[in-house]
């Protein structure tokens, strides 16, 4: 079975040029490089980090960003370039930090390999698409204006919530853009034609986007849950996330003292998802309806879940008996 890099590079056109996507916005992905002295040309500097050319990605000005933190692209020298590899890796230690002690971790980490772009335009064309498809478009009232998408757990939701189809529309004569998801799975997107079609999300979309940093984190807690016991895959990540994340909302509106952070929501979707279940246990149930005393508070959710999994495993044991 070919190798994860064997995959991507399958799928490269040798002959279009390649460039990796960076989203600095919390740090850089290489060593050496960090918080630019007042008039830096951070271009240079990046150039000399990664020894290769720096594409500058400015995004439009209604995107409040001091320009450091904006996305770049770095020019690769075609599949076999060794930084497609190490770029490779750098994403999968990212999205094994973010899954890390499943529960018991946060659910969170820097994603700064946004993915792997190959088109035929010059560079700064290239570039002007992807700030192009940065800036949000919605018929929802919000004042946000940034589609981070150099974060590809923001394209990946995307995908889930208005479809392959639509956001590759937008690509014009970007052929192609691959990104690792979070169960580890290399996703290609590729342009149907050179004519670019602007993508506008409607109000409910856009809504269900807002929702992304707890979605990601249930995500990421889910998995890194799933890999501690070897555990097959679920294919529609979103879709099953979605739902829990709204069950955990609900749960908060009913028990309000065990639900003080996102943390705590994140948790009970996590949970759902691992234990079917979980809402038709009356043991969980009657352990989040007590509300403590003065003298012992009730804990919230994030600290519960060894108790709540096993009050709820015990129920599902005696269901099935």
């Known amino acids: 079975m070919p190798s994860e890099l064997e995959q991507l590079r399958a799928g490269m056109d040798r002959l279009t040029p390649l460039f990796v996507l960076i989203d600095p916005m919390v740090g850089e992905p290489l060593p ?21 050319e720096i594409v500058e990605i400015a995004l439009p000005t209604v995107i409040a960003l001091p320009p450091h933190l904006h996305p770049y692209l770095v020019q690769l020298h075609g599949p076999d370039d060794p930084l497609l590899s190490l770029t490779l890796d750098l994403a999968n230690d990212e999205r094994a930090a973010a899954q890390a002690g499943g529960l018991d971790g946060e659910g969170r980490a820097a994603h700064r390999i946004g993915g792997w772009l190959q088109s035929s335009m010059r560079p700064e064309e290239l570039a002007a698409i992807v700030a192009t498809m940065c800036r949000l478009d919605t018929d929802a009232y919000t004042k946000a204006t940034y589609l981070r998408l150099g974060d590809r757990r923001v394209l990946d939701l995307l995908c889930h919530v208005v479809d392959d189809s639509r956001v590759a529309s937008q690509f014009g004569r970007l052929q192609s853009w691959d990104y690792l998801d979070p169960a580890g799975r290399l996703r290609r997107l590729r342009s149907p034609c050179e004519q670019a079609a602007p993508l506008r999300l409607s109000a409910g979309e856009w809504q269900r986007l807002e929702r992304g940093a707890l979605l990601h984190r249930t995500v990421a807690q889910w998995l890194g849950e799933i890999a501690q016991t070897d555990g097959v895959l679920p294919e ?7 739902s829990a994340v709204n069950h955990a909302a609900s749960a908060a509106r009913v028990w309000p003292h065990r639900f003080k952070t996102a943390g705590d929501e994140v948790a009970w979707a996590v949970l759902s998802l691992l234990n079917p279940t979980l809402p038709h246990s009356h043991a969980v149930l009657r352990l989040l309806a007590d509300s403590g005393s003065e003298d012992d508070p009730p804990e919230p959710m994030r600290y519960l879940h060894r108790d709540v999994r096993n009050l709820a495993q015990q129920a599902s044991t005696v269901l099935t008996r």
Request: proline share 7%; no cysteine.
């Open 236 to 242: 529609a990540l979103y879709a099953a996330a979605e």
């Open 32 to 52: 050496g490089l960090g918080a630019p002295e007042p008039g830096a040309d951070m271009n240079l500097l990046r150039k000399q980090l990664w020894q290769r």
